[in-house]
């Protein structure tokens, strides 16, 4: 680009760069700042009681078999049980599919989306409160409703194609489908959040890039390109995070559209989990729930130290 874009954009990045050496080097006074110990507290005890007793809990009753009046101590027994599930390895190619084909969905259609809704568009309001409103709508609810209106016979979908003489397929029965038919519904309920993750990272990039662009006569594109697309990043790590969390360990909207049918054809680890759980096998699914925790725990923290790098080089 030319002069004015030229001028303005090294500027910005040694600004960023100087604050970025002042934290490593602890010159910047605000990251020198400690606070009283007790500040500490609430939040500590909160995490303890959440998340550290459950999870400690958790880790017990795995080497158990137990039930509300016995428990009783079997060490690895029922990991090893867990595995021997001739339907667990089916279940975990399903979740990493349902994963990644969600979490990618939210962001193309997430970004897409936030584009349109941060340009100058006539009730840019009113669409981003459409946009929103699926979130704020229960999941079992959404499963339930999405679930009739893809019913092979007499679902509004398979109705309307076959008003224009075109044979709806069974959205929800046939095994080929119905793990992507219930990715979908959850791509249409979640994309709101990932909409407006987008929609705060698109706004909070300086105006200063977007007035040098103009003064210098780029097009759409190369604004799109040189400017939102690679300052948009820490929205796109957030979208990827938290979809894939989500993904991973997604569980209501496919217990209520299919129950992890038909056969075993859309079973992720949670429905088998919960299976174990309906079964009266209690301790052999809380070791399935520390299983899907490992594996959530393994694929999540070196993305997000990947993602958080390559943010800090952003």
Known sequence: MASTMAQVLPDLDRRRGRRRRKRRTGTDPFARRTYPLWFHLPASLLYVVLFAVPTFASLYFSLTRWTLFDVTFIGFDNFVQFFQDPQLSQSLVHTLIYAVVTSGAKVVLGFALALL???????RGYLRAVTFFPVLVSTIGVGLTFKVLLDPFDGVVNQTLAAFGIAGPGWLT?????LLSVALVDVWKGLGIATLIYIAGIVAIPQEYFEAARVDGAGAWTVFRSIIFPLSWPATGTVIILSLIGGLRSFDLIWAMTKGGPGFSSDVVASVIYKQYQAGFYGLSTAGNV????????????????IGRRGVES
């Open 117 to 123: 809704l941060t340009s100058n568009l006539i009730g």
């Open 174 to 178: 046939d095994p080929n489908l119905a």
């Open 291 to 306: 299983v899907l925790f490992v594996i959530v725990a393994a694929i999540m923290i070196p993305l997000a130290s990947y």
